[in-house]
Structures are given as structure tokens and as C-alpha cells.
T-cell receptor, first 117, second 109 residues
Framework: DVKVTQSSRYLVKRTGEKVFLECVQDMDHENMFWYRQDPGLGLRLIYFSYDVKMKEKGDIPEGYSVSREKKERFSLILESASTNQTSMYLC????????????????FGDGTRLSIL | QKEVEQNSGPLSVPEGAIASLNCTYSDRGSQSFFWYRQYSGKSPELIMFIYSNGDKEDGRFTAQLNKASQYVSLLIRDSQPSDSATYLCAVRGLSKSTFGDGTTLTVKP
């Protein structure tokens, strides 16, 4: 079974702090994704990566950055945390198939509920 | 207009009934379509995917795709209380997936 592990289930940080959310997958998947999920707004893509040291902006990248130094690890960084970044953060991974993994589902981690005070 | 829209919930059906969940999308170039189930406090898990027009059946679940109408649906037959969850429709284009907001289903015993 695919295992996507997020480093923390719950995290509390203060405004202005630099926050790191870590995600590791153990299935040698090429693709990794970071989402945030908020009531009434659904699942929104922040950043994604198709390969090591490669990243692409999703729909809401402002205030975030990412790092993918190794294939299995994808980190989300909040450069200067703000209260509007309080949310549930979900990491996902998928395998690349033909046509840019069009038929490959995403496997999600358990999520990190981040509170910024 | 949202890229992926799901029928507004919540949806409530009695145990044993058929639950019908609908999803429309705006990008005609979309290639694959996924249904995820998300229990409260948990992460989404894949139920089914479909990429060809028509129906795809897996146990009590049937996904239906109509690319001309840009419409994908999920039918759950013989609904069980354990099916109570939020169902997310995801549409994949060339580079990424876009998720709908989800429809919350409650199956009443």
C-alpha cells in the first residue's frame, strides 16, 4: 500500500514564524502535491512537483514556497505565517503514467491541521 | 464559474436506496475523472476513476462519464450508513487535478 506520511497531525505557530510542513512518500512516486482544505472552499492546490528540484505553482501559491531535494520528500514552507493560513494541509503523491499521469490517482496523507495564532 | 462543480448538499438517503452524486466541469480538455471519499476528520481516499465515456462499475459503485455534456456522476447502490461521508469529484487535465467542493452524503438507517 502507498504510504504518504505528514510529519505532524496538529501544529500551532505564531504570526510571522517560518513554518515547515514535511511530507514523505514510500512508493517512488514522481508527482507530489500540497493542498489546503477549508470549509466552503474545498481542496485548493498550492504547489506541485513532477520531479526532484522541480516545482510548479498551483492555484494559491502566494505566501508559500516548496522544496523537493529528494524524490520521496516534498516540503511546504510558510515564509512568514499569517492567521489566514490557518487550515488543514494535505499532501498527496501519484505515479506518472502515460500522458502525464492522467490516469493515476493521488494518494493522500492524513493531513496537518495548522493553527496560526 | 468554478472549474469543477458538484451538486450542493447535503444529500440524505435512506439505507438501501440509490445515492446519486453529480459533477460538471468546464475544461473540455480534461482527461481523467476521479471520485474520492472523505470521512470527517480524515483525508480523501480514491473510490473510482474513469476516463472513457460510459459507465464503469465496481461493486456497489458506478461512475458515469459523458464528455460531450462535461458531466460525471457517481451512483451508490444499496447505500449503507458507512457510506456517509463527503464525496469529492476531481478532474485531471494535462498538468494537474482540480477538485470540486464536495457533496456530503448522509445515509439514514
Amino acid at each position: 500500500d502507498v504510504k504518504v506520511t505528514q510529519s505532524s497531525r496538529y501544529l500551532v505557530k505564531r504570526t510571522g514564524e517560518k513554518v515547515f510542513l514535511e511530507c514523505v512518500q514510500d512508493m517512488d512516486h514522481e508527482n507530489m502535491f500540497w493542498y489546503r482544505q477549508d470549509p466552503g472552499l474545498g481542496l485548493r492546490l498550492i504547489y506541485f512537483s513532477y520531479d526532484v528540484k522541480m516545482k510548479e505553482k498551483g492555484d494559491i501559491p502566494e505566501g508559500y514556497s516548496v522544496s523537493r531535494e529528494k524524490k520521496e520528500r516534498f516540503s511546504l514552507i510558510l515564509e512568514s505565517a499569517s492567521t489566514n493560513q490557518t487550515s488543514m494541509y494535505l499532501c498527496a503523491s501519484s505515479k506518472t503514467g502515460q500522458e502525464r499521469d492522467s490516469n493515476q490517482p493521488q494518494h493522500f496523507g492524513d493531513g496537518t491541521r495548522l493553527s496560526i495564532l | 464559474q468554478k472549474e469543477v462543480e458538484q451538486n450542493s448538499g447535503p444529500l440524505s438517503v435512506p439505507e438501501g436506496a440509490i445515492a446519486s452524486l453529480n459533477c460538471t466541469y468546464s475544461d473540455r480538455g480534461s482527461q481523467s475523472f476521479f471520485w474520492y471519499r472523505q470521512y470527517s476528520g480524515k483525508s480523501p481516499e480514491l473510490i473510482m476513476f474513469i476516463y472513457s465515456n460510459g459507465d464503469k462499475e465496481d461493486g456497489r459503485f458506478t461512475a458515469q462519464l459523458n464528455k460531450a455534456s462535461q458531466y460525471v456522476s457517481l451512483l451508490i447502490r444499496d447505500s449503507q450508513p458507512s457510506d456517509s461521508a463527503t464525496y469529492l469529484c476531481a478532474v485531471r487535465g494535462l498538468s494537474k487535478s482540480t477538485f470540486g467542493d464536495g457533496t456530503t452524503l448522509t445515509v439514514k438507517p
